[in-house]
């Protein structure tokens, strides 16, 4: 066992008193002992620590020094007042005048014990608090020529001979040796157990699979393993004891729990493009107090980029954006403008609010948005919820567990927020959604997690949400209609599409592609000018519909696209003739199609003989 304890003696007189009462530790080595040199006290001390001192001791004004020059514990050899006691009767042996240079944090005053001492010989007592003020204070009694012995610690013990005078040496008892070496044993133990346990801990931190990091109630990190070296592609002395808003930026949610006093329980946190990590976090208190934050997380990438291949194979069937911003036509300055908007948008990761006319191409904006983003290669989830009962849209929505409801399917059936996990939930007609289902809706924009009907669990998600509107929320909101909160989660960007009537250069262009698809030898040009005068209350579906029409019959029929117009105008709504119409219209355009009495029939789903009579009329 190498020397465990180092002491800096400052006299050979204390070394021999402190050999005297551990001989057995010093000829095993568990003890070593430098006498003071003047000059060699950094020297001496290192030399201690280096044969694997762990501990230590040192007298006087060679504490303070000792204390500068290495890193481990040092403990101070304190005199008593006994010792004083003793050195202060064999001064008195020399029969002069005793000069008791004392340091000046030693609790001993001579005057309380003047009476109890009885000394023959006067005592003058002289202070210091620096070891440089010792030599002047022996050299100002040298001055006077005054015969005195003079009693001090090993400083004035050394320097007293060099001006002629007799010293005495305040020496160290036995019992204080032994306390002081009692309480660095006691010391060098508690290192030891600490040391092990660090050792335990280190050893845990470096093989344990997850990543560590741990930060201290001052935003400072103070763990960083392997592990989380090898994820965070940081270096340990890059981070270790440096601020971690300063190092780590990508944890900042570590500063957040320290703020707000919340830990992080198993939750899903994308810290780079290429790495998502299952987070724990725990505050760690002392004496009810936040002292820091520790945090565990493991790379969950592959399982999440496993689970989102699953998923999106199972349900791939209508799970696909189709649409591109290069595909939609756009050459007028207002169409120009939205578009670019929009690519803006889909190259960040914030909540869209889509504001259009019926049939203005909102869902054609959703999907090239998607397409355009960083979850393009993720599912596109689409759904109309002004089309879908209460009931049957938080079902669709959220999911339900097996048994949840009279006629829940067997296994239970994931909800379309599930199905979008990894990519993009297109809500149209928000606007239409009930209160108690707005309530639902804002908790799973707030939390981040969906839990089925039925369910006991949560289940955290991680999709972008493009909602469509087909009226204004901020006037539902005042109307009442629409709760504020879920408002102004949905209103992080907002995407305005102008009407097709403002707009009008893409008409001919967009009525061209249209034309194109239907295969007709027809040409735009012929009705160009009828296309530019008509106010499109339809939008972009209107103007699809009326170029089928025109594909067939070879006129467009504006008019018949609001077949109450007319009877409006006149102040008569004949329900009857509006269908019987519309009926007659749908009729001559499959006849003219080509198609015969028995292929019309099945198309509309009706008989022949249903369908004679119809064309009868």
């Known amino acids: 066992m ?26 095993r080595g ?20 280096n044969q694997g001192a762990r501990v230590l001791i040192a007298r006087s004004g060679a504490y303070e020094w000792v204390c500068k020059s290495v890193s481990v514990p040092v403990i101070r050899l304190k005199i ?68 005195v012995t003079f009693l001090g610690g090993g400083l004035s013990h050394s320097l007293a001979p060099a001006f002629g005078f007799d010293s005495v040496f305040l020496n160290a008892s036995e019992e204080s040796i032994r306390e002081t070496v009692s309480s660095a044993e006691q010391l060098i133990e508690k290192l030891e157990r600490e040391m092990v346990r660090s050792e335990l801990v280190e050893n845990m931190l470096e093989k344990v699979h997850d990543a560590v990091v741990a930060v201290d109630e001052s935003g400072v990190v103070s763990i960083f393993n392997e592990r989380a070296r090898l994820l965070l592609k940081k270096e340990m002395l890059d981070v270790v004891n ?115 006319e019926s049939g203005v191409g909102k869902e054609v904006y959703a999907q090239s948005i998607h397409n355009d983003s960083s979850r393009d290669h993720a599912p596109f989830v689409a759904v109309n919820c002004a089309a879908l009962t209460e009931t049957l849209l938080e079902s669709e929505l959220f999911g339900y567990e097996e048994g949840a409801f009279t006629g829940a399917r067997k296994g239970g059936k994931p909800g379309l927020f599930e199905l979008a996990h990894g990519g993009t939930i297109f809500l149209d007609e928000i606007n239409s959604i009930t209160p108690s289902l707005q309530v639902k809706l804002l908790r799973v924009l707030e939390e981040r997690e969906v839990m089925r009907i039925g369910s006991d669990y949560v289940i955290p998600l991680d999709v972008r949400i493009i909602a469509a509107s087909d009226v204004s929320l901020k006037r539902s909101v005042a109307a009442g209609e629409f709760r504020a909160d879920l408002f102004y989660r949905l209103d992080v960007l907002e995407l305005m599409i102008p009407p097709l009537r403002d707009r009008k250069a893409d008409i001919p262009l967009m009525f061209e592609r249209f034309l194109k698809e239907t295969k ?11 296309l530019m005068a008509y106010e499109w209350p339809g939008n972009v579906r ?26 409006m105008e006149e102040g008569v709504i004949s329900i009857r003739e509006i269908q019987q119409r519309v009926e007659t219209e749908v009729i001559e355009m499959l006849v003219q199609a080509g198609h015969n009495k028995t292929e019309i029939a099945k198309l509309l789903g009706i008989s022949r003989t249903a369908l004679w009579k119809k064309m009868k009329e």
């Not at 568990?30 to 620590?49: C, F, P, T, W």
């Open 2 to 27: 190498r020397g465990r304890l180092g002491v800096i003696a400052n006299s050979e007189a204390l070394k021999l008193r402190i050999t005297k009462c551990y001989p057995g530790k010093i000829a």
């Open 80 to 147: 008593t007042a006994t010792d004083i006691i003793f050195s202060l009767k064999e001064a008195e042996r020399f029969g002069r005048k005793i000069v008791f240079i004392q340091r000046d944090h030693i609790a001993f005053s001579y005057e309380e014990w003047k009476e109890v001492l009885d000394l023959t010989v006067p005592v003058q007592v002289e202070y210091y608090h620096n070891p440089e003020e010792v030599e002047p204070i022996i050299h100002s009694y040298a001055n006077r020529e005054e015969a």
């Open 242 to 356: 440096r601020p971690l808003l300063e190092v780590l930026p990508e944890l900042s949610f570590l500063h957040d729990a320290l703020t707000t006093g919340q830990s992080i329980t198993e939750s899903i946190r994308v810290l780079h493009s290429d790495l998502i990590v299952s987070v724990n976090a725990t505050l760690i208190y002392v004496d009810d107090q936040i002292k820091g934050v520790l945090c565990t997380f493991q790379d969950i990438t592959h399982l999440q980029m496993l689970e989102k291949k699953i998923r999106y194979q199972l349900n791939k069937r209508g799970l696909i954006a189709k649409l591109r911003f290069q595909d939609m036509i756009a050459v007028d300055p207002l169409s120009i403008s939205c578009r670019e908007a929009a690519r803006a948008m889909a190259k960040t990761e914030g909540t869209i609010l889509i504001y259009g």
């Open 30 to 49: 568990e003890m070593k002992i430098e006498v003071y040199e003047e000059g060699q006290l950094e020297r001496q001390s290192k030399a201690l620590v």
């Open 542 to 567: 209107e103007l699809r519909n009326a170029t089928q029409r025109y594909a067939l019959l070879g006129k467009l029929n504006l008019d018949q696209t609001r077949p109450q117009a007319k009877a």
């Open 520 to 530: 007709a030898d027809r040409r735009v040009e012929d009705v160009q000018e009828q």
